[in-house]
């Protein structure tokens, strides 16, 4: 039968729509599809945590007009940058902000209360990573090695070990043992840090029986000695440092000198203690880290396949030197320019290595500084406190309460911890002891905040942000009888230049910047935690956030977070 030309034209429109779905509509979920493959973050193969010990969130302000391109600028142009990041606890103190970190909890939860502190069972101080029970390999003989085992809970590293039953890779690096041990975690691949008594990198036999062979190799091939009599002088003319202090500022005090340039050499001969004494507050300790570091990635595989590993590096020499010569100084600001040269190289490799596209790299530090006490006096702030006029106004006050006594077991850690002894054999009330304490101390110039034990475990302090951040600092079984806290810009530290470990912001305030794959770009000032790293990494990782963590998912860093 023939068709009429309505008819005709309905079936031509009918042949015309079945190819149309044949040909186009499968075009279309092809670029669907390569669409959202494009969209999706590609597989992490490498995490680089990196903190940079003793910097302050303003270095990134104060000294970005002469950041390179490749370093500090890279990260603060193409990563998500949390400019409002604080500590929320005190004391803010190198131990405490490493374990930090990884656990995304306080020392509240984690037990690391300080770098030091006192130890009833024993009668003595102890580190935040000393170990009796292990032994140091690849440095002194004989010497007492050091582990993770004050540390409460897990880290980020440790659910990647978890989760992959031991495949993946977790490694942490830097000059003092307890920064790379607490970044590292309970059960990492490997921790390494720098014997000063040696010159070359250790571990302990808590993580292995002998050292890596290629770690043999590179301290045979690569000795700190090697940087022996090098020069470090400034890397920008003159007039750029005129936004720091004076070169000669008298305040500042290192027994290596003052002014540039610095041969380092310790004044030495030969290279000897003193020597790395001086290399460990150069910017050649840094040179010598990222060396290790690199050495790592390559002996290690790091990153070479789909399984995720982690590399934590920190720079130590920044703290080191900090101590010495303060926030304002040339030298800081000169060693701060190197290190984002440094991170600017490091970055480079790390893309020629493995894929910037396929690596996360966060960015922090542990805690910032105080100006140098007599700096700030110049501004009517500020100004030091003698150590002894601490625990002479205890002693005096209990004295004068109780009768004469020995009643000070140990000043450590801004603790007091009192001998029970006396106050058992002067019927004392323990509770009244403290109370006692904290009256006589209040009067004391320069200190601005005392709390005690009572008060803090049975949850009786102040509503106020300094009383937060004491109990977030605070775990029972270390800590002492009644803790300090001084006013703003005081120093109770009588043998550094400048000092940490106060809730205040020069002191809390530091950098939290997140680049790479899945991550966002964007300059945030919400505020946020150093806390907050672990559990937005495990985040990214999609795995379990460590077992303690308190701090929250940074979603605005996040781009994607789709199983």
């Known amino acids: ?57 303003d270095y990134l302000s104060r000294f970005e007009d002469q950041f390179g391109e490749g370093g500090f600028r890279r990260l603060l142009r193409d990563g998500a940058v949390f400019a409002n990041a604080h500590y929320l606890y005190t004391p803010t103190v190198t131990a405490c902000g490493h374990a930090t970190l ?58 990647l070990r978890l989760n992959t039953q031991g495949r993946a890779k977790v490694i942490g690096i830097a000059l003092k043992d307890r920064s790379a041990i607490l970044l590292a975690g309970a059960r990492p691949t490997g921790a390494y840090w720098f014997d000063s008594s040696t010159g070359t990198f250790v571990s302990s036999t808590y993580y292995f029986k002998e050292l890596p062979e290629w770690v043999k190799q590179f301290n045979r091939e ?34 290596f000198g003052t002014t540039f340039p610095y041969t380092v050499n310790g004044g030495e001969t030969k290279a000897g203690p003193r020597f790395y004494s001086q290399f460990e507050m150069s910017p050649f300790a840094n040179d010598y880290t990222v060396a290790f570091a690199k050495a790592a990635i390559e002996n ?99 004295s004068r309460r109780f009768g004469d006594d020995q009643w000070i077991l140990a000043l450590n850690n801004w603790n007091i911890y009192f001998n029970y002894e006396p106050i058992a054999r002067h019927q004392a009330d323990r509770a009244e002891v403290e109370r006692i304490a904290c009256e006589a101390l209040l009067k004391v110039p320069g200190i601005g905040d005392c709390f005690t034990r009572s008060q803090i475990l049975s949850s009786q302090l102040p509503s106020s942000a300094i009383a937060r951040s004491v109990a977030n600092g605070f775990y029972g079984p270390r800590n002492g009888d009644v803790v300090i806290v001084t006013k703003p810009f005081y120093l109770a530290v009588e043998n ?39 559990p937005t990494l495990a985040a990214l990782l999609k795995i379990e956030p460590p077992s303690n963590s308190i701090g929250r998912v940074l979603n605005e860093a996040i781009s994607d977070l789709r199983p």
């Open 102 to 159: 990884m656990t995304g909890a306080t020392p509240a939860l984690h037990g690391i209360v300080g770098n030091t502190w006192y130890e009833r069972e024993t009668g003595r101080s102890v580190t935040s990573v000393s170990d009796r029970n292990v032994q140091l390999l690849g440095g002194r003989e004989g010497a007492t090695g050091a582990s993770p085992v004050k540390l409460i809970g897990s880290t980020l590293g440790d659910h």
């Open 222 to 255: 690569c000795p700190a000695s090697k940087y022996f009599g090098s020069k470090w002088e400034k890397l920008l003319p003159e007039k750029a440092y005129q936004r720091s202090l004076p070169d000669n500022y008298p305040h500042e005090k290192s027994i």
């Open 1 to 57: 039968m023939l068709l009429n030309w309505p008819q005709r034209w309905l079936a031509s429109a009918v042949c015309l729509f079945f190819v149309l779905v044949h040909f186009f509509v499968p075009a279309v979920s092809v670029a669907q599809r390569n669409t959202r493959a494009a969209a999706q973050p590609k597989k992490v193969r490498l995490v680089v945590a990196i903190v940079i010990d003793q910097f302050r969130q």
């Open 496 to 534: 550094l230049v400048a000092n940490h470990g106060t809730p205040y912001s020069y002191d809390t305030h530091v950098p939290v910047i997140f680049y790479g794959a899945g991550i966002k770009a964007g300059t945030y000032l919400t505020a946020c935690s150093p806390a907050d790293i672990a």
């Open 300 to 398: 290690e595989g790091l990153g070479q396949d789909d399984q995720t590993d982690l590399l934590a590096v920190s720079f130590s020499a920044n703290d080191i030197l900090g101590h010495y010569f303060g926030p304002f100084s040339q030298e800081v600001q000169d060693l701060s320019l190197r290190t984002d040269r440094l991170l600017a190289d490091f970055f480079s490799y790390l893309d020629k290595r493995i894929g910037l596209t396929h690596t996360i790299i966060v960015l922090t530090s542990d805690h910032g500084v105080s100006p140098i006490p007599e700096y700030a006096q110049e501004y009517n702030l500020g100004g030091r406190i003698e150590g002894r006029a601490i625990t002479s106004a205890v002693n005096q006050a209990l």
